[in-house]
């Protein structure tokens, strides 16, 4: 059973620092695009940022590129999102993702997690 399962989300003040986790039960993992979107309440989900399965190729949205980072351990089939210098307007619930082809459209990931809430307090 393919299952996506966040981890690391809660509260932090601006300026502050949290870094997300992924962990992926995906037949091979390597061959999959992981990606993070985040939902503002009543929005659509939004991309975040993505890897290739290599880990040899990133995509981040414009609004987190330099402040964020994204990594995978495919030995370990997870994937992270080191997100430094949050904002309040950082706050959203955020989904990890998993597609054959990636990229920065939702229906391009047939795996999604659950999500996971991060606050930044201003």
């Known amino acids: 059973q393919v299952q996506l399962v966040e981890s690391g989300g809660g509260l932090v003040q601006a300026g502050g620092s949290l870094r997300l986790s992924c962990e992926a039960s995906i037949p091979a993992f390597r061959g999959y695009v992981v990606g993070w979107f985040r939902r503002y309440p009543g929005k659509e989900r939004e991309f975040v940022a993505d890897?290739?399965?290599?880990?040899?190729?990133?995509n981040y949205a414009d609004s987190v590129k330099g402040r964020w980072t994204i990594s995978r351990d495919n030995a370990k089939n997870i994937l992270y999102l080191q997100m430094n210098s949050l904002r309040p307007e950082d706050t959203a619930v955020y989904y990890c993702?998993?597609?054959?082809?990636?990229?920065?459209?939702?229906?391009?990931?047939?795996?999604w997690g659950q999500g996971t809430q991060v606050t930044v307090s201003s």
């Open positions: 890897i290739s399965g290599t880990g040899s190729t990133t």
């Open positions: 993702a998993a597609g054959r082809v990636g990229g920065r459209a939702s229906r391009e990931y047939v795996y």
